[in-house]
Every structure is written in structure tokens, then in C-alpha cells.
């Protein structure tokens, strides 16, 4: 149950999605800082530093969450701790109740393999919950491009899973966009980008993806499991 006392609700998201569909990603993120202030976090795979690198200037010292599920590629840590180090932020990582040790002894070596919803939902999306609970809103990098799933992702919306509001910036930005932001403002990018990793996930369910591929085929490749269940 969350902690805080949420700000606006379903229909002032729907009016804010609304009001701000045009507005620049900028524009968004003034708009989040003024409405909500310190209850205003964001969340980072640290696939790439474009959020933190938006989010910070607009909001100097702004809380970044990233979840430690324990079973990150050394190049997702060495990015977090760069990015921890280069931009003006707060950083809270964030740790499962169990270790993967524990996990394994509770419920059996590579869950992750026999049972991936399960092992996301205690890895990411339980401690996101825990996380979450002392804001009123949450920036993400989701972008309507990646995936069908995703094809609809407003700029703003209500969660009603977290009885938060939910903040999209670059929602309505392309691959183009993304890509001349990162080159013109010099953005610290996971060196697994250039390793054929355009989606960065926890090791065990990530491989490279072919050329043409969707961005995010490597991701729970074979199992049609497409999200780890904390943007649904």
C-alpha cells in the first residue's frame, strides 16, 4: 500500500496527457517537477544515460531508481556507477528480498528459465513496488516506437497498480530523435549498445539481436515474453 498522498488522479492524467501531447520532453519533465516536486522520481535500466541526462537538467538532484535484480551484465553496473558519477542525481538502488542464492534455495536454480514471469515479478516489479511507495510520480523512458505493446504509451498517465502518476517524456519520440539527442548532448551510453544489445535486461534472458530484428526480440527470446511486467 503506498505511503504517499497521490496528487491529481486518473482524470488529471488524462487531462495532462492531453494538454502536454505536443509539448517537448523538456516541457514534460517542468511540468512533473512542478506539479509533484519531491515526489517526483524516475527509473533507469541504465541501457543509456538519455533520461538522466533530460531528467537532471531540468531537475537537478532528481531520485533515480534502478533495480539490482542480481543477475545484470557487469557492463548495466559499471554504466550505473558512471552514470552515479557523472550526473546530477540521486541514485537508489534498489535489491530483491532474496539474493539469487536464496532465491535458488527457495525455489529452485534459473527460475528465470522455467518460469520468467515469476522470477521478474520478485526481481523487479515487488521491489519497484517497495521503491515507488514514498512518490507521487515516476518518470520512464518508454517510447511508443519500441514495441507494439507500447504503441499507445501517452505522455502521461495514471497507474492504478501503484496509485501513482506515471510520466513519459520521450514518448512520442523516433529512433532519429533519440539518437541526435544522445550525439549533440554527448550522452553516456552501456557499451553492450554497440554489442548488438539495442534492449538491456538481465543476462540470463538477454541476447543479441540480428539486423532488422525488433529492438526488443532479444529479450526473453523463445518464451513470448515480451515485458517484465512493470510497464503492464
Request: aromatic share 6%.
Amino acid at each position: 500500500m503506498n505511503t504517499h498522498t497521490p496528487v491529481g488522479g486518473p482524470e488529471h492524467a488524462e487531462r495532462a496527457a492531453r494538454e502536454l501531447e505536443e509539448a517537448s520532453a523538456q516541457e514534460i519533465i517542468s511540468w512533473a517537477a512542478e506539479t509533484f516536486g519531491e515526489g517526483l522520481c524516475m527509473t533507469s535500466s541504465m541501457a543509456d544515460a538519455l533520461m538522466v541526462d533530460l531528467a537532471s537538467r531540468q531537475v537537478p538532484g532528481i531520485d533515480v531508481i534502478f533495480l539490482d535484480t542480481g543477475y545484470h551484465f557487469a557492463e548495466t553496473l559499471g554504466t550505473r556507477d558512471a552514470v552515479d558519477s557523472i550526473y546530477d542525481i540521486n541514485l537508489v538502488t534498489v535489491e530483491p528480498r532474496r539474493t539469487v542464492p536464496e532465491q535458488d534455495a527457495a525455489l529452485g536454480p534459473r527460475l528465470f528459465g522455467r518460469n520468467p514471469e515469476i522470477c521478474c515479478h520478485l526481481r523487479k516489479v515487488e521491489p519497484l513496488q517497495r521503491a515507488l511507495e514514498p512518490y507521487s510520480a515516476w518518470l520512464t523512458g518508454l517510447r511508443r516506437e519500441d514495441s507494439v505493446t507500447r504503441r499507445d504509451t501517452p505522455v502521461v498517465q495514471w497507474d492504478p497498480k501503484r496509485g501513482m502518476t506515471k510520466v513519459n517524456p520521450i514518448a512520442r519520440w523516433t529512433q532519429d530523435d533519440v539518437d541526435t539527442y544522445m550525439a549533440d548532448h554527448g550522452v553516456l551510453v552501456n557499451p553492450l549498445q554497440d554489442d548488438g544489445f539495442p534492449s538491456i535486461g538481465c543476462e540470463p534472458c538477454t541476447r543479441r539481436v540480428e539486423p532488422g530484428e525488433d529492438p526488443r526480440s532479444g529479450r526473453w527470446a523463445g518464451t513470448g515474453k515480451t515485458e517484465c511486467g512493470i510497464h503492464v
